[in-house]
Each structure stands twice: as structure tokens, then as C-alpha cells.
């Protein structure tokens, strides 16, 4: 909400009654990812590549916040690599709609 207000796109700021609440469908059920949708709420309207921004700005600062925790925490060891784990992203991998990419960051 206080992304969209900040943005000067008030009528962001909530989720549209098109949207499902069950989010264990399959990315076809939803508007945001189905490829038969269009419209303001599909990924490619104005709502939809809005939250989509939105998303994809709030997974790089978390990323962000994490590293510099984990670099911070060991800041003398040489040759420390750091590697990222994300459980359930094998689920609808590699549907033409990319949602799992997309919600998995």
C-alpha cells in the first residue's frame, strides 16, 4: 500500500477482487499468471507489472539485508562462498508464465 501511495498510483495500494485468495492453484487459475488473461491484473496490466515491480524491488533488498548480515558476520574469513537455497521452486518450473521464477525471485 505504501509502495503504490509513494508511486502516485493509489489504486495499487490493494489487491484486486479478480484475484484469487488460494494460492496452491496452478498458475493458469491465476489472473496475475494465466496466459488467457489480460487486463489490468494480468502480470502485463498495469496492477499486475506494478506489484510484479514491486516484488521483484522487495526479494533484491531482503537478498540485500541477508548478505550483508552473512558478510558481517564472517568478515575474515578468506574464500568463503555463500550459497542460497529456495525450497519449492521446482513446483510449475519452467511454465511459460514464469511464476514460480517470478515469485521465487
Known amino acids: 500500500k505504501e ?3 509513494a508511486a502516485s498510483k493509489p489504486q495499487f495500494g490493494s489487491v484486486p ?5 488460494n494460492t496452491c492453484g ?7 499468471f ?3 488473461s489480460s487486463g489490468d491484473s494480468h502480470r502485463t496490466g498495469g496492477h499486475g ?8 524491488k ?6 540485500d539485508t541477508i548478505l550483508r548480515a ?5 568478515p575474515k574469513i578468506q574464500d568463503l562462498s555463500f550459497s542460497v537455497k529456495v525450497s519449492g521452486i521446482h513446483w510449475h518450473c519452467m511454465h511459460p508464465s514464469r511464476a514460480t521464477e517470478t515469485c521465487a525471485g
Do not use: Q
Open 34 to 36: 494465466s496466459a488467457k
Open 17 to 21: 477482487a479478480s484475484c484469487p485468495t
Open 70 to 74: 552473512a558478510c558481517a558476520a564472517f
Open 26 to 32: 496452478m498458475p493458469e487459475d491465476s489472473v496475475l
Open 58 to 63: 522487495t526479494l533484491l533488498s531482503h537478498g
Open 49 to 56: 507489472a506494478f506489484f510484479l515491480e514491486w516484488y521483484h
Open 3 to 5: 509502495a503504490a501511495a
